[in-house]
């Protein structure tokens, strides 16, 4: 089969196309053909070998992807079978091929209304914002929300996922195309984070309250501003940041405020089972949505990396073998 392969840490570059031998599933494993696989911000750090995690070298990258199940391993797998279509949350081989080894409980129904592009958007990006909304900061309905960088995929996500909720949710983006898809995915408003005094603005929407939950995917920009925009009892829960950030400590004080982070790789299993359980169920009703914004040959992996990083997301990069 072929897949890209990464044999040192570094730039785009490192990853190439290679021919490799098929994998073949042991116990407790299925063999999943992919027929797309989602690009995420932090395969370009887990790449470049800033991330805190690093995989044994040679490696594919990825763990997003939907396909068709190819085989299961026999021993240990229950509920799903060759030919299931299904979505992956994580795999053994690395998405970014044509076929993946993965454990069978990282697995998951696609349902039939469900693109294998739209599957491979939902992993990584539906399974964080719903962590974040629901097991991190526990929102309830009635709250107001505001999501930056509201057009990438996790952005989107956190959009449907905390609409379909009921709470109030606000959104920012940096162009017209991501500011219209924020708006699209019904956004009570959206504020475009480009322009000078936008958070001033935001919180004006609020009627001056301030936010209760606040979804920050660049902490180390936005973090003290956030906390300045939050309503009484708010809470910041940290999804991605690029380096550090200084802050004043009596912003918390002063509104009894939290600020909490996340990785999606310290879920535990037991939480895992009910995120995801939630996300098939909403892409069945159809209030879970993915939004693909760009589609590329698997050979275009290194030119992914860099699209997933530029500003002016409008939804979920994927690859497709």
């Not at 990853?15 to 098929?22: G, N, S, T």
């Not at 399974?127 to 952005?155: C, K, N, Q």
């Not at 909720?165 to 959104?171: D, K, S």
């Not at 009892?233 to 200084?246: A, C, H, K, L, Y």
Request: some cysteine; charged content about 20%; aromatic content about 4%.
């Amino acid at each position: 089969m072929k897949a890209i392969r990464v044999h040192e840490f570094g730039p785009p570059e490192v990853m190439r196309l290679e021919e490799v031998p098929d994998p073949s599933p042991g116990p407790g494993q299925v063999l999943v053909r992919i027929r797309a696989a989602g690009v995420n911000p932090v395969e370009t750090y887990i790449r470049a070998g800033a991330y805190a995690r690093r995989p044994a070298l040679p490696y594919s990258p990825g763990n997003d992807a939907a396909g068709i199940v190819e085989a299961v391993g026999g021993d240990g797998v229950r509920g799903v079978a060759a030919g299931d279509r299904v979505y992956t949350s994580e795999t053994v081989t690395g998405a970014y091929a044509e076929l993946a080894l993965c454990d069978a409980t990282r697995v998951h129904p696609l349902p039939g209304s469900v693109s294998y592009a739209q599957g491979a958007a939902v992993g990584v990006p539906y399974a964080t914002a719903w962590r974040a909304l629901f097991h991190r900061i526990r929102a309830v309905p009635g709250e107001t929300v505001l999501v930056h960088g509201a057009s990438g995929g996790v952005g989107v996500a956190a959009v449907q996922i905390a609409r379909a909720a009921g709470l109030r949710v606000f959104g920012t983006a940096g162009t017209a195309e991501g500011i219209a898809l924020v708006l699209r995915e019904r956004a009570h408003a959206v504020f475009d984070h480009r322009t000078t005094g936008y958070m001033e603005e935001a919180v004006a929407a609020t009627g001056g309250r301030g936010f209760d939950v606040i979804l920050e995917m660049l902490a180390n920009v936005n973090l003290g501003r956030d906390l300045k925009a939050l309503a009484m009892g708010g809470r910041v829960v940290v999804i991605g940041s690029r380096g550090t950030v200084e802050i004043d400590p009596r912003e918390t004080m002063a509104r009894d405020a939290s600020i909490v982070g996340m990785s999606s790789f310290n879920m535990p299993d037991a939480d895992r089972a009910v995120v995801h359980a939630a996300l098939v169920a909403g892409l069945e009703n159809g209030t879970l949505r993915p939004v693909i914004g760009r589609e590329l040959p698997l050979s275009a992996a290194a030119e992914s990396h860099v699209a997933v990083m530029s500003p002016g997301a409008g939804g979920k990069i994927v690859l497709l073998p």
